[in-house]
């Protein structure tokens, strides 16, 4: 891109911030609007703001997770307790 003579990198595209913010939660969680709720209202009390998310990109995902035995049973994943 030129501009009066100069050369720079490519515009940044306003939504790649680099200001993501992943958070997982299990199934049972994410079917239930009053937990999910109390999850968002934790998140972004800890990014700084507990009534906004202002300049963060948040992603919910949900975990799927399964565990296949040596002899090839599968199984529910089961949740890592926190740390600290």
Request: aromatic share 6%.
């Amino acid at each position: 891109m030129s501009n009066n003579g100069t050369t720079r990198g490519p515009v940044p595209d306003p939504w790649l911030t680099g200001r993501e913010v992943n958070v997982t939660v299990p199934a049972s969680v994410a079917g239930d609007l009053d937990r999910m709720s109390g999850v968002l209202r934790s998140v972004l009390t800890q990014l700084g703001c507990p009534t906004c998310h202002s300049g963060f990109d948040l992603r919910f995902r949900q975990s799927l997770d399964f565990v296949v035995s040596p002899k090839g049973d599968v199984a529910p994943g089961i949740a890592q307790p926190f740390v600290g």
